[in-house]
């Protein structure tokens, strides 16, 4: 069966190329071996979906190639989503940093594409394993389960290797290894960061621990919450910072932004000399971290008994915490994938191969990863709809 273009991936970088496509009079086939469509916008945002940034620009990304993304970002703007969103009668709100959800539920943006799609005529292949692809003089040649599709178009969006357990693979690197294209090399991203038994030992106790922090790696920084789990950290600023964490690599946690512990531990030995220490801590850090601290810091006792050099010893642990992670929890709970089909092969204008006619990479696939907040999702609407209009 013969159509203008196969797009492979029904997720939302492929759905949105798909609709915007058919909105253009061409035909289109969406192929995904999946049973329902769009799984990771459903999960997304705990149900309701971050679908976009209103701040989203090209500082928002990470790529090797950071400029590559900033054609397809202004062609379609934050505005325009939400524009369609609300053409379609879905309430959303705005949260911290420029996050928009929706009010009510996530299958609320996967209905809006659907819809979208159905009313361009787009054909959605849901069930369908993608057995080969191929390319001829008349164009690309996908085999699948359900037989043999055609097209003089092909575009990839399969996305990264994010949740493999809804279904993601590498589908898309295969692809571009096939073509020739370079890879850069893709990694878990957006994920938690897993301590050794020694770390995890000495923080026994404070799983579900929670503290505002500003997480550092080299001049990146991020001030968000962070969060302590059994196996090492989490929350929004660690999630942030582990797309910039290379295996190795150090990471500096101030855990009391804007506030000079030494100082005020200096203070209160001044004016409480008779105060323990790690009941002077918890008056900047919950009850349970502060005793943590004191204890790691080799630190015990009455202030009035205490050296500014231990004193200092345990302010380091606060504002100036220096951790090496051992590793991440992986693709398995990474919500991203970084790296990915190297962006000096494409065309930054229409997300084609520069060398193969006819073939697109768009959304998670291409190495262009967003921060957390929306940024992923703006890159699939944006760069499916590059590839959509130009096909």
């Known amino acids: ?7 492979l991936g029904a997720g939302g970088a492929g759905l949105f190329c798909a609709m915007t496509a058919g909105r253009r009079g061409r035909r289109a086939l969406v192929i995904d ?4 469509p769009a799984e990771k916008i459903r999960i997304s945002g705990g149900g309701r979906c971050n679908f976009t940034n209103i701040h989203a620009s090209g500082k928002n990304f990470l790529s090797d190639n950071p400029h590559f993304c900033l054609s397809a970002l202004a062609g379609f703007k934050p505005a325009d989503f939400i524009a369609l969103v609300e053409r379609h009668g879905i309430a959303w709100h705005e949260k911290t940093l420029g996050q928009l959800f929706c009010d009510g539920s996530s299958q609320q943006i996967i209905d809006m594409l659907l819809a979208e799609c159905a009313k361009a005529g787009v054909t959605i292949s849901l069930e369908t394993e993608i057995r080969s692809v191929a390319k001829g003089e008349a164009g ?14 092909l575009v990839v969006a399969t ?3 994010s949740i493999p357990k809804m279904g ?12 020739g294209l370079g890879l850069v090399p893709p990694r878990p991203a957006l994920v938690p960061f897993t301590f050794g038994p020694d770390l995890r030992e000495a923080l026994e106790g404070l799983s579900g621990v929670s503290v505002d922090a ?3 790696h080299g001049k990146t920084r991020f001030a968000e919450a962070l969060l302590f789990t059994h196996r090492g950290l989490s929350g929004p600023a660690i999630l942030q910072i582990s797309s910039y964490w290379r295996e190795g690599d150090e990471i500096v946690i101030d855990m009391a932004p804007g506030r000079d512990v030494l100082a005020e531990l200096k203070e209160a030995r001044k004016a409480t000399p008779k ?3 790690a009941t002077a801590l918890a008056r900047i850090l919950p009850k349970s971290l502060a005793e943590n601290v004191a204890r790691r810091a080799g630190v015990e006792g009455r202030l009035a008994d205490l050296s500014d050099r231990k004193l200092e010893a345990a302010a380091n642990l606060v504002n100036r915490w220096r951790v090496k992670p051992s590793g991440t929890e992986g693709y398995r709970t990474a919500e991203v994938t970084a790296g990915g089909v190297d962006t000096r092969d494409l065309s930054s204008q229409t997300m084609e191969a520069r060398n193969v006619p006819g073939l697109y990479f768009i959304g998670e696939a291409v190495d262009v990863t967003g921060h957390l907040g929306g940024f992923n ?6 760069s499916g709809f590059a590839a959509g209009r130009a096909l």
């Open 1 to 7: 069966m013969t159509y203008d273009a196969i797009i």
């Open 33 to 36: 071996h999946a049973k329902k």
């Open 140 to 153: 690309f040649t996908v085999e699948t389960s359900k037989g043999r599709f055609a097209a003089p178009a």
């Open 159 to 161: 996305g990264g290797k």
């Open 168 to 179: 993601a693979t590498g589908l898309a690197y295969d692809i571009a290894r096939q073509f």
């Open 214 to 216: 500003v997480v550092s």
């Open 275 to 277: 105060q323990e220490i």
């Open 377 to 382: 999702f703006q890159w699939a609407w944006a």
